[in-house]
């Protein structure tokens, strides 16, 4: 029998429970129960006809009559509660859990979150839109003219494409930088929020300014794989056409780099887990490369199908806001804004440049957010199941509890990590 407070067997309690090994008050010594009565008449009427009994000449006891309520000592106990202290209960998540636990780490500390995002969504939109007001706006078109026009030659075209892929680069590089800084910070707040705990935005600063450059060169290092593996797997045919079989050449290039392309992204989502690592476990570039390596290994399709729902998620709500902004701009900045969208114009006015900057802050602060909490709790959701970070987490937060089933094989190793 548990004596823990709190249980009891199914269909008693403690108070009532009747002692089977003395004689009731009021009762015959030898009298069964009413329901034992009942089980063994029934018992007695399924029984074949004297004469009819197995050769042994046995009779065999009526079963044992099953517990008031169904079910026997064990099946009516249920596992209790996991700890919850902040924003997700510390146990394996599920996928709705990793979701809604970005946006409640959003809602519960809106003023730390939408605060960083902000001032970073403002950082990188700035330069995004001062980068494409000032570099690439006179330069705008004259690479769709050389791969429309038919008489072009390899070499132009080669050309042209790197052009419009440095363009697009430069601005995706942005991009990357203001997703990874505000990871960085807001992995942070995600820890203390699931101890529920509160971080102000100085605290998150203090605890990201140490590793920035060690982040820096994260988000140098991880597209830097991807552009080389891409253009490893391009090679061979871009070889082909400068050697003079351009069609042969352009079509290994097109399957070499499809090719690659999945094998980036293969690699990507094995290091998607790097910037918490880095973050939570005080682990250098290569080290957090490597943590983040180990804890996707045989999950990569659960982690790549959480991340592809986060970035469908992020898609709608930029979309959402996005596109009123982006109709307001054409409107001001009129035909030549269509034209500059089309690829027709090399030009556009500041105005219009503007008006899209400031849809894409307003776009940046709500996302960066949800996409930033997916990861962090996405890592400490392969910690828990891997590691069982969640024992550590709910000594971190003063709880008692029992959370440790469900885990992964590997033994625990959570005494790296830092939630303070």
Known sequence: MNDSPGWAPPGSSPSDEPDHGAQQKGEPADQPAPDQRAWGEQWARRQPPPGRWAATGRRTPPPVPPAPGGGGWGTGRRQPPAPRPG????????????????????????????????????????????????????????????????????????????????????????????????????????????????????????????????????????????????????????????????????ALASLGGLAAACVAAWLWVRFSLAAPALMLEKQGIIKALRRSFKLVRGSWGR??????????????????????????????????AMDWLSGESVSVGWTFLIVVGVGGVISSTITFPISAGVTALLYMDQRIRREALDLELVRAAGMSGNSAEGHGEDQPTVGSTSWS
């Open 87 to 250: 924003v997700i209960p510390l146990r394996p998540l599920g996928v709705s859990e990793i979701l809604d636990g970005a946006v409640a780490i959003m809602r519960a500390h809106w003023r730390t979150v939408l605060g960083i995002s902000l001032i970073v969504s403002i950082v990188t939109q700035g330069l995004i839109t001062a980068t494409t007001g000032l570099w690439f706006n006179d330069g705008r078109g004259k690479e769709t003219k050389v791969l429309d026009d038919p008489d072009a030659t390899v070499g132009q075209a080669l050309r042209a494409v790197g052009d419009t892929l440095g363009d697009s680069g430069v601005t995706l590089l942005l991009g990357v930088l203001g997703t990874i800084v505000t990871t960085a910070l807001l992995t942070v707040v995600a820890a203390r929020a699931v101890l529920g705990r509160d971080a102000s935005a100085k605290e998150a600063w203090a605890g990201a300014r140490p590793h920035l450059l060690q982040l820096c060169g994260l988000l140098l290092l991880i597209p830097a794989i991807a552009a080389a593996v891409i253009a490893a797997g391009m090679t061979p045919g871009l070889l082909l056409a400068v050697a003079g079989v351009p069609s042969e050449g352009a």
């Open 303 to 336: 982690v790549f199908g959480i991340q592809l729902l986060a970035v469908v998620l992020v898609f709608i709500v930029g979309a959402i806001v996005e596109i009123p902004t982006s109709l307001v701009a054409m409107v001001i900045g009129g035909d030549n």
